[in-house]
C-alpha cells in the first residue's frame, strides 16, 4: 500500500476544503448540489484506496503461490503449479480478487464478508452506479487497515 497514507492526507486536504466551501453556500439547490459532488469524490477517494488494497492483496497471494511452487515436494507443489507467476498481468487475470483473497482469509469469516462487501461497492462505483449511500472514509481507512494486518499469511 505504497500511497495509502498520501492519498489518505489528500482526502483529508480536499474534503475540508469541500467542506468550508459548502460553509458559503447560502441557496438550498447549490447546497445539494455541492454535497452531490462531495459524495463523488468521496467515491474516487474510495477507489483510490480500494486499488491500494488490491496491489497489497495481489503482492501477498502472489508470494505465497511463488513460495508453493517453490516446494520441494510435489505433493504440496502440485495445486499450486497451475498458477502462472511470471506476470503480475497473467497472476491477476488468471485469479480474480476474492479467490485471491480466499488463498489469504478463511471465506467464513467476518473479515472475509467485509472484504467482499467492500469489493461490490468498488465494482458498483467502478462501473458508474454512483448512488451508492454516503461513504464514510475514514472508516473505511481504518477498516482496510485492519483487513491488511489480517491477510497476512
Not at 120 to 137: K, P, Q, S, V, W
Request: with cysteine; hydrophobic share 40%.
Amino acid at each position: 500500500m505504497k500511497d495509502f497514507s498520501r492519498i489518505t492526507q489528500s482526502y483529508t486536504i480536499v474534503r475540508h476544503a469541500m467542506e468550508e466551501e459548502r460553509g458559503r453556500l447560502r441557496s438550498a439547490r447549490a447546497i445539494t448540489a455541492h454535497e452531490r459532488l462531495m459524495d463523488l469524490n468521496d467515491q474516487a477517494y474510495f477507489i483510490l484506496l480500494f486499488a491500494q488494497f488490491e496491489d497489497r492483496v495481489t503482492e501477498l497471494c502472489l508470494n505465497l503461490v511463488r513460495k508453493k511452487k517453490g516446494a520441494k515436494s510435489w505433493k504440496t507443489r502440485r495445486l499450486w503449479d497451475q498458477f502462472p507467476t511470471d506476470r503480475i498481468e497473467s497472476f491477476r487475470s488468471a485469479l480474480p480478487f476474492l479467490r485471491r483473497v480466499s488463498l489469504l482469509i478463511d471465506k467464513g469469516t467476518p473479515h472475509y464478508a467485509v472484504i467482499k462487501s467492500l469489493y461490490e461497492d468498488r465494482n458498483r462505483i467502478a462501473h458508474g452506479d454512483t448512488t451508492l449511500a454516503r461513504l464514510y472514509i475514514p472508516s473505511v481507512v481504518l477498516q482496510i487497515q485492519r483487513l491488511t494486518k489480517d491477510l497476512t499469511p
